[in-house]
């Protein structure tokens, strides 16, 4: 009787699906060269923020928290930056699980280093990496990861910074050769003449001290003893 009482009972199952939502990490990082340039705006802190907080407005459905991460004045060559190594960090305790950076050349300018992150550590431990510039997006499209566009874009990011390491290079090679000076300090004794940064003056007052240093040595007085004698 039981059977015949519930056979007209039907019993509808709606599927529940599971929505995952990202721990987001926003990186950025402005380099010394950009700060002494002071026009490269697209690359600025300021305008770096307003685009990642632009793409987690738009997509805020997507995550459950976000982190901030700036290094501010370091070169993307450097893999010790403190909010970068911050930032690797938070990935490794699972406190952030995803990553997006304005462009490729932020996160990291050192074609190795990017790499291994990217293709290795990010993917082992399940970390979602975007870049908004060259839209790469190891979630949504894994294959953006693995794209030709990605190791050409990190080469050409590591060959920037050994391209303008040379020429600052030959840049202080030259001034060298020429006899200008390109320290930022003149050394005691000399100060550097107020209308050429590259060229050094005696400084009068202090050279009468370097005078009486040379003086007391060449008589034998240990450096100990001019240092007792000056101070």
Not at 2 to 11: D, I, V
Not at 113 to 132: C, E, K, P
Not at 155 to 164: F, K, L, P
Request: hydrophobic share 35%.
């Amino acid at each position: 009787m039981a059977r015949t009482k519930n056979r007209g009972l039907q019993q509808s199952f709606s599927p529940s699906y599971t929505v995952r939502r990202w721990r987001l990490g926003e990186y950025i990082r402005l380099s010394k060269e950009d700060l002494k340039k002071g026009k490269d705006d697209s690359n600025s802190v300021i305008n770096q923020r307003d685009l990642l907080n632009d793409f987690y407005q738009k997509h805020i459905g997507e995550f459950e928290s976000v982190s901030e991460y700036v290094d501010d004045g370091h070169t993307g060559t450097d893999a010790n930056r403190e909010n970068f190594q911050r930032l690797l960090s938070d990935v490794m305790s699972g406190k952030i699980n995803c990553v997006v950076v304005k462009d490729l050349s932020r996160f990291a300018r050192n074609y190795s280093d990017a790499g291994s992150l990217i293709d290795n550590l990010f993917v082992q431990m399940g970390v979602r990496f975007i870049s908004l510039a060259e839209n790469v997006d190891s979630y949504l499209n894994p294959d953006s990861v693995s794209s030709i566009i990605v190791p050409i874009t990190n080469v050409m990011n590591d060959q920037y910074c050994y391209q303008t390491s040379k020429k600052i290079r030959q840049v202080f090679d030259y001034k060298r050769r020429n006899g200008q000076y390109i320290g930022a300090f003149a050394p005691y004794g000399y100060v550097k003449h107020p209308k050429d940064k590259h060229q050094l003056i005696i400084d009068p007052d202090a050279a009468e001290i370097v005078k009486l240093i040379f003086s007391l040595f060449l008589k034998g007085t240990s450096k100990r003893a001019i240092a007792l004698y000056l101070n």
